[in-house]
């Protein structure tokens, strides 16, 4: 079992950015493709972004392709999302997730284990 703790967020204007990071406990972090969710008041855990095990391939949401940048850092145990010209649709508690059973996973059903979520929130 891998425990995941996110941190990063925070209150931020439209245009502003943050850098979210999610450090795991274990050091098999190489056997897991990570994600990142978010989920908004009244709104479904939607998937933002994901990078495989090796950190060669990446996921990205439509909304988000061109301001977000998914990355990890196999020898900090470490994924990040870095966020740029935020919006005040970005707004929502962001979640990063592992998997076990997927190389890329998209969906929140590909993953096993979950963070407690970090807020993320963007004034206009």
């Known amino acids: 079992q891998v425990q995941l703790v996110e941190s990063g967020g925070g209150l931020v204007q439209a245009g502003g950015s943050l850098r979210l990071s999610c450090a795991a406990s274990?050091?098999?972090?190489?056997?897991?493709?990570m994600g990142w969710f978010r989920q908004a008041p009244g709104k479904e855990r939607e998937p933002v972004a994901a990078?495989?095990?090796?950190?060669?391939?990446?996921f990205y949401t439509d909304s988000v392709k061109g301001r977000f940048t998914i990355s990890r850092d196999n020898a900090k145990d470490t994924v990040y999302l870095q966020m740029n010209s935020l919006k005040p649709e970005d707004t929502a508690v962001y979640y990063c997730a592992a998997s076990v059973r997927y190389n890329l996973g998209i969906e929140s059903d590909a993953y096993d284990y979950w963070g407690q979520g970090t807020q993320v929130t963007v004034s206009s």
């Open positions: 274990r050091r098999t972090f190489t056997n897991y493709a």
């Open positions: 990078i495989s095990r090796g950190g060669g391939n990446t």
